[in-house]
């Protein structure tokens, strides 16, 4: 399925292998909701994706080399996970994330998980990919004494949802 | 044109607004081959986009806030300008050219440019997109006295294009 690039330049062999819209947001899910299943992404898509585009856009990944897909048996359900080229598109996401936060209208608690991996810088991402690898390759982090990069985006994210439910609530 | 993002996520904000692949390529040719005209832009294609692609892209990238078109006289050619939303898209070109880089094939003379924005880090990224400022929005480069950044970028394209080409000439 993975065919050489339109040309030998390395953006557009980026984009081309990054898909479309959906692929980016299906891998985002992966990294940063830590969904590894058809049915948690589906379910939990803030997007809405239809399932039918969700079951393309993984095959799609997987042909390309940013997931694998570990089939189940029958009746149960198979995981996906991360290879090395899918948890390197940590800096793409973060540099997506900056400029969305500019450029976009975006929501406090969708957007602070963002703002922290700016402020971050380099050391907040290495961080994050090597908890990636832990947990989709088997690799132990390299520094298990150091905080881990999703608890910090995780409680972030709550305390921000949190400050703003009230209002929904009363 | 432009309308509100599936989610209030900063990522999926930039994805809806960035477009599909070929509006990347589109805004990739602007930036880092300074192409401001439709014929440029589709003669030079290294990835060959058709005349409708562009043409629809280019509408889109309009609409969406990353450059303006300033209609020219009949008979002559409109000029596209980026905007600074368009300008600040230079880090996300980086994130996916190192990305590129390290898992997919490139040639030696299209991937120099992405090597050296990465060597450079963030202080090459700023002069670049100073450089860019000047050119599109008129705003004169707060350290004239710096090297460009894009001729740094361009001398090192010819000298790879020139290292790989003779195989080809004799």
Not at 49 to 66: C, H, M, Q, W
Not at 95 to 113: F, K
């Amino acid at each position: 399925m993975r065919h050489d690039p339109r040309s030998g330049c390395a953006i557009n062999a980026a984009v081309e292998a990054l898909g479309d819209q959906w692929s980016l947001i299906v891998l985002r899910d992966v990294i940063f909701g830590g969904r590894r299943h058809f049915r948690d992404l589906l379910a939990n898509s803030e997007e809405g994706i239809a399932s039918n585009i969700l079951s393309s856009r993984l095959k799609s990944l997987v042909a390309g080399g940013l997931l694998t897909h570990e089939e189940a048996e029958r009746g149960r359900r198979g995981t996906y996970s991360l290879t090395e080229a899918g948890i390197q598109t940590v800096p793409i996401m973060v540099a997506l994330g900056s400029w969305g936060l500019r450029h976009r209208p975006t929501t406090p608690e969708l957007s602070v998980r963002a703002r922290l991996l700016e402020e971050g810088g380099p050391p907040l991402w290495e961080d994050l990919m090597d908890e990636l690898r832990e947990a989709h390759l088997n690799i132990p982090r390299p520094n298990p004494g150091r905080p881990r990069a999703s608890r910090l985006l995780q409680d972030a994210y709550e305390e921000r949802k949190n400050a703003v439910a009230p209002t929904e609530v009363v």
